[in-house]
């Protein structure tokens, strides 16, 4: 790649317009100023900068990896895991679920987690987006250590500027989304004392009318001079004063371990749930255990979203349950779309004690579909040849579909067709297209309807992140994961399960054919696994002793230095965590402008 190169060439095929640099072009101990650099561009650093475009503001954004997924650079998320997930059930669901949406996944090497190094972070996150719910700010006497220092009212102002981000409708993700659904659903009479609507949205690209948003994609068609991209620039070390109080500068490296320099004013650690705790702990010159960790809490209060499939709707009964579905409604001109399942109430959650967990719905691709058929017999895997070729002569008028699909999505297809068609599809079949824009366009062959579960975790000191003796290729010490699940976790699990096994009758619909460790009550045995979530290792907090960062998201006792991501959550609710992500990237960006701005008027 040329030194001044622009990843919307690679990715949109237009005129270049976001500066994208290499750091491999540069020589070694080459040296990088900008007023504010943010490490790591995913959704939260990318988001972070997008707040600076065009003002007297520099950005530099450091980026580990490439512009699109690189095996080399994947080396680097290489995790020691000695706890959660466990099980050959678990593994195996776990493979089903993570393996097919990231190309350089390994379970081997990922064994807990899932990270992706490229600029704009994990492209295949699904585009599922929500906000948290009130009581997730809350301290609860049951859950221990719960409790945001900031409420979700100051939040609020930065929801509808992150769904603007992400394209999203309106910021409505309980039962107050039926107002704008209106009276055409015919709701069965759930009991809301216990079950509550839980919706998510889903992020639609603006560029790719068929795809789900990509952050990075959207920000490089934007022009800004006053931003520079540097990738295959890998932190090795974050640099304070003597006194380990006020951030300097940092260390980076190419891949080939090509060191360079660069400072800055201010610095916010955006790498994700993982790497943002594995910073602050190898970085250790100043202070032996690491940075904003005085009190030992880097790393720990590691949380995820425990998820599972609990069971299924059977294929006649599956329009019986499309209650638990997809729905749309008409937001500036255009249809947003959104997911409907069900959550605990807060009431129910006070009176049993329970975490926030959730249940929502996704097609089952069956055993005879053409597509896996395909894939079994170009990898030699098929059980039976003659099985998988008779499902091919079978669904002829499926493969013609897809086909035809790969045609509809090609960049030959008018783009304000494509997004007329996708419009006219979604107010007929919402369901169908998200099941295009998860399957990439490749149509299957659908059966059951399966039945997924989401928790919240206990926030627990000793789930955690440590560093391990295994050393990277950088000579970097790798992260030792202990993600650990209580038995508060899986109680709500198979409180849920239970639950619907006798509410959804009740109210005039199909019962789910449920797992048996749900029907029989064992919560050892369910095969949960983690959503690539990771999420509480810098947790805010006003008392250094529970907390890495303040309620502005400042390393305790590091001035200068911030923390953006998921690791900086509290508590972790149920929903997917990226629209509070970028929620709380906003904020931070406003706050440090104050910051300069105060800067300036004192100097």
């Given amino acids: 790649m040329d030194t001044k190169s622009c990843y919307c060439a690679i990715v949109c095929g237009v005129k270049k317009t976001m500066l994208i ?51 080399l650079h994947a080396e680097l998320n290489t995790v020691e895991s000695v706890g959660e997930p466990r099980g050959e059930a678990s593994a195996a669901f776990r ?54 220092p900031i409420s979700r009212g100051t939040l609020e102002p930065y929801f509808r500027r992150a769904a603007d981000l992400l394209n999203l409708g309106p910021n409505i993700y309980g039962e107050g989304l039926w107002d704008l659904i209106g009276p055409r659903i015919k709701r069965p009479p759930l009991d809301k004392s216990k079950l509550h609507s839980a919706f998510w949205q889903f992020s639609r690209s603006r560029l790719k009318h068929t795809e789900i948003l990509n952050l990075a994609e959207e920000f490089a068609v934007e022009h800004a001079d006053n931003i520079r991209i540097l990738t295959n620039a890998t932190v090795v070390h974050i640099d304070t004063d003597a006194a380990g109080k006020t951030f300097r500068g940092l260390e980076i490296s190419t891949i080939g ?11 916010v650690l955006a790498a994700g749930g993982i790497e943002n705790a594995r910073l602050l702990l190898i970085s250790n010159r100043q202070h032996e255990r690491g940075l904003g960790n005085s009190h030992d809490v880097v790393g720990r209060y590691l949380m995820d979203h425990p998820g599972t499939r609990i069971g299924y709707f059977k294929r ?21 779309m959104y997911l409907h399942g069900l959550s605990f109430s807060p009431e129910l959650q006070a009176r049993e004690k329970l975490l926030n967990t959730a249940v929502f719905v996704l097609p089952e691709i069956a055993r005879d579909d053409p597509i896996e058929a395909i894939k079994r017999l170009m ?50 079949n919402p369901g169908l297209v998200v099941r295009e824009f998860q399957s990439k366009g490749v ?89 690539g979530h990771m999420i509480g290792t810098t947790r805010m907090s006003v008392d250094p002793r529970f907390g890495v960062v303040d309620s502005n998201c400042q390393v305790h006792g590091v001035k200068g230095l911030y923390v953006a991501g998921a690791s900086v959550f509290p508590t972790s609710s149920h929903v997917n965590p990226t629209l509070m992500i970028l929620s709380l990237a906003i904020r931070t960006a406003d706050h440090l402008k104050q910051v300069l701005a105060d800067r300036a008027a004192a100097a």
């Avoid at 960049?411 to 979604?426: D, H, S």
């Fill in 95 to 148: 493979a089903a679920f993570h393996g097919g949406n990231m190309r350089t996944y390994d379970p081997e090497t990922q064994p807990y987690g899932l990270r992706c190094r490229m600029l704009g972070g994990c492209p295949y996150w699904g585009g599922k987006s929500a906000t948290f719910d009130e009581i997730d700010f809350a301290r609860r006497d049951w859950v221990p250590h719960s409790g945001w």
């Fill in 257 to 267: 371990g090509a060191r360079s320099y660069a400072t800055a004013r201010l610095c």
């Fill in 379 to 428: 990898k030699l895997k098929s059980e039976s040849y003659f099985a998988d070729l008779w499902s091919l002569v079978k669904s002829a008028g499926l493969l013609t579909k897809g086909v035809g699909l790969r045609i509809f999505q090609s960049k030959y297809f008018p783009g304000f067709l494509q997004r007329r068609i996708v419009e006219l599809v979604m107010a007929i």
């Fill in 443 to 531: 149509p299957h062959k659908l059966d059951r309807m399966g039945v997924h579960v989401i928790t919240e975790q206990e926030p627990n000191p000793d789930s955690r992140l440590v560093l391990s003796d295994q050393m990277d290729m950088l000579g970097l010490p790798r992260i030792k994961a202990s993600w650990k699940i209580s038995e508060a976790d899986r109680a709500s699990v198979i409180r849920m399960g239970l639950l619907l096994l006798k509410e959804l009758p009740e109210a005039g619909m199909p019962a789910p054919v449920m797992e048996d460790w749900i029907v029989n009550d064992r919560p050892d045995e369910a095969p949960l696994i983690d959503m």
């Fill in 21 to 71: 640099e290499t750091l491999d072009t540069y020589p070694a101990a080459s040296q990088f100023k900008a007023d504010i650099i943010i490490i790591g561009g995913g959704k939260a650093g990318v988001a972070l900068a997008r707040e600076f475009m065009n003002s007297k503001i520099e950005v530099l954004i450091l980026e580990s990896g490439l512009v699109t997924e690189s095996e």
């Fill in 316 to 336: 006649e009964d599956v329009k019986a349950a499309d209650y638990l579905g997809f729905y749309t409604i008409p937001h500036n001109g255009a249809l947003v």
